[in-house]
């Protein structure tokens, strides 16, 4: 560790190598990029399906979901390719409403790429685990957002410093309250056992 913020970083900034996979994620959000990457992933025949998820936001004018399916549609990624949640108003709901998506059209993710902003690939993956099955293996490809921000310079400027610590109070106050329920669910299990 080189800075003291390192683990921050790490913790923060994840991605890993892309490979084949049943659907690509995206949770809303206004950024033409997230689509775009998506598009080229599509293109790429990575997964058949693209899921673009998120409801109505005042600053967007339309659905997330809206917003991010013209931008599909711009990049040439067929209609009957894009799955549909205009619902979720956060990153866990977009992972709950999304699974629910699939079900309904009767796919079961064994392996799933989440694209999302780079600083919010750790709140966006812990969210789609906490939902998802436990089998499905999350593949990240993070984009860089319109700030500019990435893990080698979050640090360097106050928007990239308070955007990067406002995801980690994100995560604390999300997992906070999702912990001790897991905990309960795995203690039921152990006592059925």
């Not at 999350?138 to 310079?153: A, E, H, M, Q």
Request: net charge negative; charged share 25%; hydrophobic share 40%.
């Amino acid at each position: 560790m080189v800075n003291p913020y390192d683990s921050i970083t790490e913790f923060i900034f994840v991605e890993t190598p892309v490979s084949p996979a049943d659907v690509i994620l995206v949770p809303g959000a206004d950024h033409p990029p997230l689509m775009e990457r998506a598009a080229d992933l599509y293109k790429q025949g990575m997964a058949p399906y693209v899921l673009p998820s998120g409801g109505y936001k005042p600053h967007v004018g339309m659905t997330e979901w809206e917003y991010l399916r013209n931008i599909a549609i711009e990049n040439e990624i067929p209609e009957d390719a894009i799955l549909k949640e205009d619902k979720a108003q956060h990153t866990l709901e977009n992972a709950r409403f999304s699974l629910k998506v699939l079900h309904r059209n009767n796919i079961v993710p064994k392996k799933a790429i989440v694209v999302c902003k780079a600083g919010h690939a750790r709140r966006s993956l812990l969210c789609y685990q906490a939902i998802f099955p436990k089998d499905c293996e999350f593949l990240i490809s993070p984009c860089v957002d319109r700030y500019g921000i990435t893990k080698d310079n979050w640090f360097l400027t106050e928007v990239g410093i308070k955007r990067v610590m406002d995801e980690v109070k994100k995560i604390g106050t999300y997992f906070g309250e999702i912990i001790p329920v897991w905990n309960n669910i795995q203690e039921l299990k152990e006592r059925r056992q």
